[in-house]
């Protein structure tokens, strides 16, 4: 399990660095390919575009194969495919480079979570180690792009072998898993749907801030770039935390209090952001941002496999990826509307309609949601 698992993580590590560290490269092909702002954009969009649209196929797949096979598949041939990217001579090529890595890179976090669903111990606290693999992607991103920007070639090789050799080894796993075909039966659960939703909520709270958080504090409310970048770091950090005390309080709370709790935590530091001008309330306020902004994946990533049971976990993530992931899309081009409208007192505010929504949602969810029907 071990393996399986520490294999799992490093995937989904890759997968993230890989759509998450365009926002460094990018600037490289915004030179050599003259990309203008909205090409830039979206680059990121069709591989949000491959992924969702390609994800409850993979999770399909992965209840019916198994993870092992799902995994192999992912994750190798992504890797094959993306050293075209040094080919790429304008943005039309680049845009389907990463539409297919989009729709290849969408098996594995389904496969890794088939594989913490099997493991037979506490469901959330594994899935909460899975998903630390965001935030350290986070922290090494932020902390090493000028690195990543001056040798990006070398950053690109290493993500291209790190795919391709990760999905060779992921024919040597060894994981016992329940199987499942009964596709219509998870796509049209109400709870499912409701659990999904509610992801979507969390994505935007999540993805909204992290993607505006450091460019409104330098260019839209005065705060030094230097502190700045030290804010937009102890977000990184929070955020990786949270990964660490959700596992803990999974143990003694349910999910779905704990899911309720941490949402309306992250909806009252949002609104309490704009009214943090001094740098002795930002830096701790920052800090719990990134812990709230993302202690509630876990416990929701709990549910989506809970409420189906393990046999049906692929399906159901995969499920849950593609509907979530619109709210990883629509909010950052939302917060920026709102900033162009010349609202932007209002902006910070936006990025807590998401989790408002997932936070009304969340009452619908069955209760009684610690099994799911293995049937």
């Known amino acids: 399990m071990k393996y399986s698992f520490a294999l799992g993580w490093l995937l989904t590590f890759l997968q993230l660095a890989l759509r998450l560290g365009w926002g460094v490269v990018a600037v490289v092909f915004a030179v050599s390919l003259h990309l203008t702002p909205v090409e830039i954009g979206a680059v990121l969009f069709l591989f949000y ?6 994800s409850v196929l993979w999770g399909a797949m992965i209840d019916k194969e198994g993870p092992r096979k799902a995994m192999f598949i992912s994750a190798t041939f992504s890797g094959l495919l993306l050293p075209l990217v040094f080919l790429a001579k304008n943005v039309d090529e680049l ?7 989009g729709v290849l890179t969408a098996g594995i976090y389904p496969s890794a979570v088939k594989v ?3 493991s037979g ?3 959330t606290l594994y899935l909460a180690l899975l998903d630390s693999a965001a935030p350290v992607v986070t922290l090494v991103i932020s ?4 690195e990543i920007l001056s040798s990006w070639t070398f950053y690109y090789v290493t993500l291209s072998l790190g795919l391709f050799l990760g999905g060779l080894l992921s024919l040597s796993l060894k994981v016992s898993t329940l199987k499942s075909t009964q596709l219509r039966k998870v796509l049209l659960d109400r709870r499912v749907i409701y659990v999904s939703l509610i992801r979507a909520g969390e994505q935007w709270g999540l993805w909204g801030t992290s993607s505006w958080l450091f460019p409104f504090l330098v260019l839209y409310d005065g705060v030094p770039v230097k502190l700045s970048e030290i804010l937009f770091l102890l977000y990184g950090v929070g955020q990786f935390t949270s990964t660490l005390v ?4 999974s143990r003694t709370v349910d999910d779905v209090k704990l899911v309720k709790v941490t949402l309306a935590a992250f909806v009252a530091l949002v609104f309490a952001l704009p009214l943090a001008k001094e740098a002795s309330f930002l ?7 990134g812990v709230f902004s993302f202690i509630y994946r876990p416990p929701t990533d709990s549910l989506v496999v809970k409420v189906m049971g393990s046999r049906h976990a692929g399906t159901s993530m995969g499920f849950a990826n593609a509907i979530s992931q619109a709210g990883s899309m629509v909010a950052p081009l939302f917060v920026g509307e709102v900033i162009s409208l010349g609202l932007k007192g209002f902006a910070i505010d936006s990025l807590a309609f998401g989790p408002l929504a997932s936070l009304a949602l969340v009452t619908l969810v069955v209760k009684g949601n610690s099994g799911g029907s293995e049937k």
């Open 49 to 54: 575009l491959g992924y969702t649209s390609s």
């Open 95 to 101: 845009y389907a480079i990463y539409l297919l890595e």
């Open 116 to 118: 913490v669903s099997a």
């Open 246 to 249: 959700s596992g803990l309080l």
């Open 283 to 289: 830096i701790p306020l920052s800090f719990l941002l």
């Open 143 to 146: 902390s090493l792009s000028g």
């Open 121 to 123: 111990g506490s469901l």
